[in-house]
Protein backbone atom coordinates (compact mmCIF):
# COMPACT_ATOMS: atom_id res chain seq x y z
CA UNK A 1 0.00 0.00 0.00
CA UNK A 2 1.63 3.18 -1.21
CA UNK A 3 1.46 5.49 2.25
CA UNK A 4 1.31 9.18 1.64
CA UNK A 5 2.81 12.35 4.23
CA UNK A 6 0.32 14.08 6.02
CA UNK A 7 -0.44 17.57 4.05
CA UNK A 8 -0.29 19.87 7.42
CA UNK A 9 3.46 19.88 8.17
CA UNK A 10 4.97 22.05 10.62
CA UNK A 11 7.66 24.85 9.60
CA UNK A 12 10.49 22.98 11.12
CA UNK A 13 11.97 20.30 12.44
CA UNK A 14 14.93 20.22 15.59
CA UNK A 15 16.15 17.08 17.76
CA UNK A 16 16.23 17.85 21.36
CA UNK A 17 19.68 18.24 22.65
CA UNK A 18 20.08 14.87 24.07
CA UNK A 19 18.36 13.15 20.81
CA UNK A 20 21.02 15.44 19.21
CA UNK A 21 23.50 14.27 20.64
CA UNK A 22 22.11 10.56 20.33
CA UNK A 23 21.75 10.69 16.71
CA UNK A 24 25.25 11.75 16.28
CA UNK A 25 26.79 9.04 17.77
CA UNK A 26 24.27 6.17 15.76
CA UNK A 27 25.38 7.87 12.60
CA UNK A 28 29.36 6.82 13.97
CA UNK A 29 28.58 3.37 14.40
CA UNK A 30 28.56 2.80 10.53
CA UNK A 31 31.64 2.94 7.92
CA UNK A 32 32.21 6.58 6.69
CA UNK A 33 30.57 5.69 3.00
CA UNK A 34 27.79 3.98 5.24
CA UNK A 35 26.56 6.41 7.18
CA UNK A 36 23.17 6.57 5.50
CA UNK A 37 22.08 2.88 7.19
CA UNK A 38 21.28 5.24 10.48
CA UNK A 39 17.96 6.56 8.30
CA UNK A 40 16.17 4.04 10.75
CA UNK A 41 17.56 4.41 14.24
CA UNK A 42 17.44 8.35 13.59
CA UNK A 43 13.50 8.43 12.01
CA UNK A 44 12.78 6.03 14.99
CA UNK A 45 14.09 8.73 17.64
CA UNK A 46 12.49 11.59 15.64
CA UNK A 47 8.88 10.05 16.08
CA UNK A 48 9.58 9.27 19.20
CA UNK A 49 10.16 12.37 19.87
CA UNK A 50 7.19 13.93 17.84
CA UNK A 51 4.97 11.31 18.05
CA UNK A 52 5.21 11.10 13.81
CA UNK A 53 7.41 11.81 11.00
CA UNK A 54 6.72 15.25 9.33
CA UNK A 55 8.33 16.73 6.33
CA UNK A 56 10.80 18.59 8.11
CA UNK A 57 12.33 15.71 10.02
CA UNK A 58 13.04 13.80 6.90
CA UNK A 59 14.67 17.10 5.37
CA UNK A 60 16.74 17.30 8.83
CA UNK A 61 17.72 13.40 9.00
CA UNK A 62 18.94 13.38 4.99
CA UNK A 63 21.18 16.11 5.66
CA UNK A 64 22.58 14.69 8.49
CA UNK A 65 22.94 11.76 6.78
CA UNK A 66 24.63 13.37 3.24
CA UNK A 67 21.53 12.03 1.04
CA UNK A 68 18.45 13.08 -0.95
CA UNK A 69 15.28 13.93 1.62
CA UNK A 70 13.61 11.14 -1.32
CA UNK A 71 15.87 8.40 0.07
CA UNK A 72 14.88 8.95 3.34
CA UNK A 73 11.34 9.47 2.68
CA UNK A 74 11.80 5.77 0.33
CA UNK A 75 12.43 4.05 3.98
CA UNK A 76 9.63 6.45 6.31
CA UNK A 77 6.97 5.60 3.69
CA UNK A 78 8.01 1.64 3.01
CA UNK A 79 7.70 0.96 7.04
CA UNK A 80 4.22 0.37 8.58
CA UNK A 81 5.83 0.93 12.17
CA UNK A 82 6.67 4.63 10.93
CA UNK A 83 3.48 7.51 10.93
CA UNK A 84 3.46 10.02 7.87
CA UNK A 85 0.60 11.96 10.20
CA UNK A 86 0.10 13.05 13.92
CA UNK A 87 -1.27 10.25 16.01
CA UNK A 88 -3.11 10.41 19.48
CA UNK A 89 -0.78 12.32 21.79
CA UNK A 90 -1.21 9.47 24.74
CA UNK A 91 -1.08 6.85 22.64
CA UNK A 92 -1.17 5.38 19.04
CA UNK A 93 -2.77 1.63 19.18
CA UNK A 94 -1.60 -0.87 16.62
CA UNK A 95 -3.99 -3.63 16.54
CA UNK A 96 -2.67 -6.94 14.86
CA UNK A 97 -5.39 -7.89 12.42
CA UNK A 98 -3.74 -10.92 11.06
CA UNK A 99 -5.02 -14.63 10.83
CA UNK A 100 -4.06 -15.65 14.57
CA UNK A 101 -5.56 -12.47 16.05
CA UNK A 102 -8.26 -12.51 13.58
CA UNK A 103 -9.27 -15.56 14.76
CA UNK A 104 -9.14 -14.67 18.23
CA UNK A 105 -11.82 -11.74 18.13
CA UNK A 106 -8.90 -8.82 16.77
CA UNK A 107 -12.50 -7.61 14.78
CA UNK A 108 -13.92 -7.43 18.14
CA UNK A 109 -11.21 -5.01 19.23
CA UNK A 110 -10.94 -3.05 16.46
CA UNK A 111 -14.70 -2.23 16.33
CA UNK A 112 -14.12 -1.17 20.40
CA UNK A 113 -11.39 1.34 18.86
CA UNK A 114 -14.15 2.45 16.47
CA UNK A 115 -16.74 3.24 18.41
CA UNK A 116 -13.86 4.31 21.36
CA UNK A 117 -11.21 6.18 19.54
CA UNK A 118 -12.09 7.42 16.23
CA UNK A 119 -14.37 5.92 13.18
CA UNK A 120 -11.29 5.61 11.12
CA UNK A 121 -7.72 4.58 11.47
CA UNK A 122 -5.11 7.21 11.73
CA UNK A 123 -7.78 9.98 12.97
CA UNK A 124 -6.92 11.45 16.51
CA UNK A 125 -9.86 10.94 18.93
CA UNK A 126 -11.59 14.11 19.33
CA UNK A 127 -9.39 15.29 22.75
CA UNK A 128 -6.37 14.14 20.86
CA UNK A 129 -4.93 11.73 23.08
CA UNK A 130 -5.31 8.31 21.66
CA UNK A 131 -5.03 7.04 17.62
CA UNK A 132 -5.38 3.51 16.30
CA UNK A 133 -4.66 1.60 13.36
CA UNK A 134 -4.88 -2.24 12.07
CA UNK A 135 -1.30 -3.34 11.49
CA UNK A 136 -0.32 -6.85 9.91
CA UNK A 137 1.52 -9.96 12.20
CA UNK A 138 3.35 -8.00 15.45
CA UNK A 139 5.43 -11.58 16.70
CA UNK A 140 2.95 -12.57 19.11
CA UNK A 141 0.63 -14.94 17.79
CA UNK A 142 0.72 -17.54 20.57
CA UNK A 143 -0.89 -14.32 22.75
CA UNK A 144 -3.21 -13.35 20.64
CA UNK A 145 -5.17 -10.86 20.05
CA UNK A 146 -2.47 -8.38 20.45
CA UNK A 147 -1.99 -5.15 20.51
CA UNK A 148 1.18 -2.84 20.34
CA UNK A 149 1.82 0.81 21.83
CA UNK A 150 4.97 2.49 20.99
CA UNK A 151 7.53 -1.00 22.15
CA UNK A 152 4.97 -2.21 24.47
CA UNK A 153 2.67 -5.25 23.88
CA UNK A 154 -0.25 -5.79 25.58
CA UNK A 155 -1.48 -9.50 25.11
CA UNK A 156 -4.20 -12.20 25.55
CA UNK A 157 -6.47 -9.61 25.16
CA UNK A 158 -10.51 -9.82 25.76
CA UNK A 159 -13.08 -6.88 23.96
CA UNK A 160 -13.63 -5.98 28.50
CA UNK A 161 -10.06 -6.36 29.08
CA UNK A 162 -9.09 -4.04 25.76
CA UNK A 163 -11.91 -1.77 26.70
CA UNK A 164 -11.06 -0.89 29.64
CA UNK A 165 -7.18 -0.63 28.71
CA UNK A 166 -8.21 2.35 26.82
CA UNK A 167 -10.20 3.79 29.75
CA UNK A 168 -7.11 3.27 31.65
CA UNK A 169 -4.83 4.90 28.78
CA UNK A 170 -6.63 8.56 29.03
CA UNK A 171 -5.17 9.25 32.36
CA UNK A 172 -3.09 6.00 33.41
CA UNK A 173 -0.07 3.89 31.78
CA UNK A 174 -1.85 0.30 32.19
CA UNK A 175 1.02 -2.51 32.31
CA UNK A 176 2.04 -4.00 29.54
CA UNK A 177 2.16 -7.83 28.57
CA UNK A 178 -0.63 -10.71 28.96
CA UNK A 179 -3.81 -9.78 30.32
CA UNK A 180 -4.42 -12.96 31.62
CA UNK A 181 -1.51 -12.83 33.55
CA UNK A 182 0.40 -15.14 31.43
CA UNK A 183 4.29 -15.33 32.11
CA UNK A 184 5.74 -15.81 28.23
CA UNK A 185 3.44 -18.09 25.62
CA UNK A 186 3.14 -21.02 28.52
CA UNK A 187 -0.38 -22.80 29.01
CA UNK A 188 -2.89 -20.87 30.75
CA UNK A 189 -2.77 -21.62 34.26
CA UNK A 190 0.19 -23.20 34.14
CA UNK A 191 1.82 -21.34 37.59
CA UNK A 192 -0.53 -23.32 39.42
CA UNK A 193 -0.32 -26.18 37.22
CA UNK A 194 1.45 -29.56 38.87
CA UNK A 195 0.42 -31.72 35.84
CA UNK A 196 3.29 -29.76 33.34
CA UNK A 197 6.56 -31.44 32.58
CA UNK A 198 8.88 -28.60 31.41
CA UNK A 199 12.05 -29.94 30.18
CA UNK A 200 13.92 -26.69 31.66
CA UNK A 201 17.72 -26.88 29.07
CA UNK A 202 15.51 -26.87 26.15
CA UNK A 203 13.50 -23.88 27.11
CA UNK A 204 14.82 -20.30 27.00
CA UNK A 205 11.22 -18.87 28.35
CA UNK A 206 11.56 -21.50 31.09
CA UNK A 207 14.86 -20.36 32.19
CA UNK A 208 14.06 -17.00 32.30
CA UNK A 209 10.73 -17.93 34.33
CA UNK A 210 13.30 -19.11 36.88
CA UNK A 211 15.49 -16.67 37.33
CA UNK A 212 12.61 -13.95 37.41
CA UNK A 213 11.40 -12.59 40.31
CA UNK A 214 8.07 -13.66 39.45
CA UNK A 215 8.90 -17.05 40.50
CA UNK A 216 10.25 -16.10 43.89
CA UNK A 217 6.70 -13.86 44.02
CA UNK A 218 4.54 -16.63 43.04
CA UNK A 219 3.28 -18.87 45.84
CA UNK A 220 2.44 -22.00 44.49
CA UNK A 221 4.55 -22.85 41.13
CA UNK A 222 5.55 -26.54 40.67
CA UNK A 223 8.03 -26.87 38.22
CA UNK A 224 9.52 -30.56 37.69
CA UNK A 225 12.61 -30.63 35.61
CA UNK A 226 13.32 -33.03 32.99
CA UNK A 227 16.54 -34.68 32.51
S1 LIG B 1 -1.11 -12.66 14.03
FE1 LIG B 1 -1.26 -11.17 15.57
S2 LIG B 1 0.71 -11.23 16.45
FE2 LIG B 1 0.86 -12.62 14.83
Redesign the pocket.
Known amino acids: MFRRIDKNQPKAFEFSKANLSWAKKQILKYPKDRQQSAVIPLLYRAQEQEGWISKPAIEVIAKMLKIAPIRVYEVASFYFMFHLSPVGKKAHIQV ?1 G ?4 MLRGSEKLIEICKQKISKNQKQPSSNGKLSWEEVE ?5 SN ?1 P ?1 IQIGSDYYEDLSEESFSSLLDSLIDGYPEPGSQKKRFSSEPEGFLNSSKIKIEENKNASVELFLESSLLKNTKKVNIRKVK
Do not use: F, L
Not at 98 to 101: A, Y
Not at 137 to 141: L, M, P, R, V, W
Open positions: CTTPCCIGACSV
